[in-house]
Nanobody, 125 residues
Framework: QVQLVESGGGLVQVGGSLRLSCSASGRTFSRAAMGWFRQAPGKEREFVAGISSSGRSTYYGDSVRGRFTISGDNAKNTVFLQMNSLKPEDTAVYYC??????????????????WGQGTQVTVSS
């Protein structure tokens, strides 16, 4: 069992930065692939970024590649999403997810086993 709690969301102006954190508890965290997804009103949930359990592999959605960076700290059971050059279209609720799949980056939301409650990110123009 893994429990996830996101933090760091808020209101930011276009071009600004935010850093999201996802604090995880549970004995399987070290073997979990972690990911960030987002969902804007009226839209489907979208893959943002993923990181393998070892932290050696990452993958990004096309809309955020080059602007966002995912990283992890296994010692602190925490995953981060550094978001730079934010745009109004980045406005969404951001969710952290964990899937017990060692060694791979998981893109498909249906392969994740655990989800956080979400944190709102609003980018104002």
């Amino acid at each position: 069992q893994v429990q996830l709690v996101e933090s760091g969301g808020g209101l930011v102006q276009v071009g600004g930065s935010l850093r999201l954190s996802c604090s995880a508890s549970g004995r399987t965290f070290s073997r979990a692939a972690m990911g960030w997804f987002r969902q804007a009103p009226g839209k489907e949930r979208e893959f943002v970024a993923g990181i393998s359990s070892s932290g050696r592999s990452t993958y990004y959605g096309d809309s955020v590649r080059g602007r966002f960076t995912i990283s992890g700290d296994n010692a602190k059971n925490t995953v981060f999403l550094q978001m730079n050059s934010l745009k109004p279209e980045d406005t969404a609720v951001y969710y952290c997810a964990a899937g017990v799949r060692p060694g791979v980056v998981v893109v498909d939301q249906y392969e994740y086993d655990y989800w956080g409650q979400g944190t709102q990110v609003t980018v104002s123009s």
